[in-house]
């Protein structure tokens, strides 16, 4: 199993007891963007606004590609100081950005401590997370997120689809010109919706359009 740790840099200091403690379990921990370099925004925010507004994006675009590796995120919800006030299990905006990749990529999320009270809270509420309460022992092997699992008939299904759709499309490559792919490529959308309707799932039909 793998898992991506998430979390403000606040916290940083606190994950290598967790890491280790995963690592003992045989899970895989990703670690988050900048964590060997936490003063990495700093200096991009010195370099200016559009220097600023770069880094951010690359971040951004780094975190779900790190997502998409892993079967799962925790996130490190701890209590926050700002400016006197305590920010109990702070969830910060970057974090919250993660945590709602990790729900539209479908992987399971793990809570630290309870989602916090706030504008926000509906929505986490939505992502369906496993609150764990400090207990890591509650993060098991199952990847496949609550409220997601999946109806094996579906599955094979899909199979079936995707490879008439490889093998469609090793033809229409070996076809000389651009009309004839154009209309070997409406045969294989007509084909594959028709199979898909005969099956009589929705699921199947949203699956061929998303594929091609």
């Keep these: 199993m793998k898992i991506m740790i998430i979390c403000s840099k606040q916290f940083y200091p606190r994950i290598e007891e967790i890491k280790g403690y995963l690592e003992e379990k045989n899970i895989t921990v990703i670690l988050p963007n900048c964590y060997d370099n936490p003063r990495a925004e700093a200096a991009a925010r010195e370099l200016g606004k559009e220097e600023h507004q770069k880094f951010k994006a690359a971040m951004y675009k780094r975190s779900e590609k790190e997502i998409r590796k892993a079967d799962a995120v925790l996130v490190l919800n701890f209590d926050k100081e700002k400016d006197g006030v305590v920010l109990k299990n702070y969830i910060g905006g970057a974090t919250f950005l993660e945590m709602y990749d990790a729900f539209r990529l479908g992987k399971k999320i793990y809570l630290f401590n309870d989602i916090p009270e706030g504008m926000l809270y509906d929505e986490i509420e939505g992502f369906s997370p496993v609150i764990i309460n400090g207990n890591l ?76």
């Design 137 to 212: 022992e509650l993060i098991s092997g199952n990847e496949i997120a609550p409220g997601r699992q999946i109806d094996p008939r579906f599955l094979a299904a899909v199979e079936m689809l995707e490879v008439s759709i490889n093998n469609s499309r090793a033809y229409a490559d070996s076809i000389s010109t651009e009309e004839e792919k154009r209309e070997q490529a409406e045969r294989i959308d007509r084909a594959l919706e028709q199979a898909a309707h005969k099956e009589g799932s929705a699921y199947c039909r949203a699956h061929v359009r998303i594929r091609h």
